[in-house]
């Protein structure tokens, strides 16, 4: 079973940053993709940035240009640099790897981490 631990939440005011951290149970090669969601309250989870295997990424057009999503193969963490925050950014964020397989494929979330950003 695969384990996705999130860290580096807080309270920030808009303009601050903050670094979110996912500590992953298997090395993070072995996903055809690493990502992190988010989902405000009352609203549906949406994607906010994904990277591949390959290392291509993609962003939300909301973040694009504040927030850079990337790996770290030594300590198997995806981490998600969050820059210029905006009190629209306030939600809790989840970390996510996706495994394709031959008979189905394996989706994998964590807990969740709360990002508030006060305007």
């Known amino acids: 079973q695969v384990q996705l631990v999130e860290s580096g939440g807080g309270l920030v005011q808009a303009g601050g940053s903050l670094r979110l951290s996912c500590a992953v149970s298997?090395?993070?090669?072995?996903?055809?993709?690493l990502a992190w969601y988010r989902q405000a309250p009352g609203k549906q989870r949406d994607l906010v940035a994904k990277?591949?295997?390959?290392?291509?990424?993609n962003y939300a057009d909301s973040v694009q240009g504040r927030f850079t999503i990337s790996r770290d193969s030594r300590n198997n963490t995806v981490d998600l640099q969050m820059n210029n925050l905006e009190p629209e950014d306030t939600a809790v964020y989840f970390c996510?790897?996706?495994?394709?397989?031959?008979?189905?494929?394996?989706?994998?979330w964590g807990q969740g981490i709360q990002v508030t950003v006060s305007s």
């Open positions: 298997r090395t993070v090669f072995s996903f055809n993709s």
């Open positions: 996510n790897a996706f495994q394709r397989a031959t008979m189905a494929d394996h989706e994998y």
């Open positions: 990277i591949t295997s390959g290392g291509n990424t």
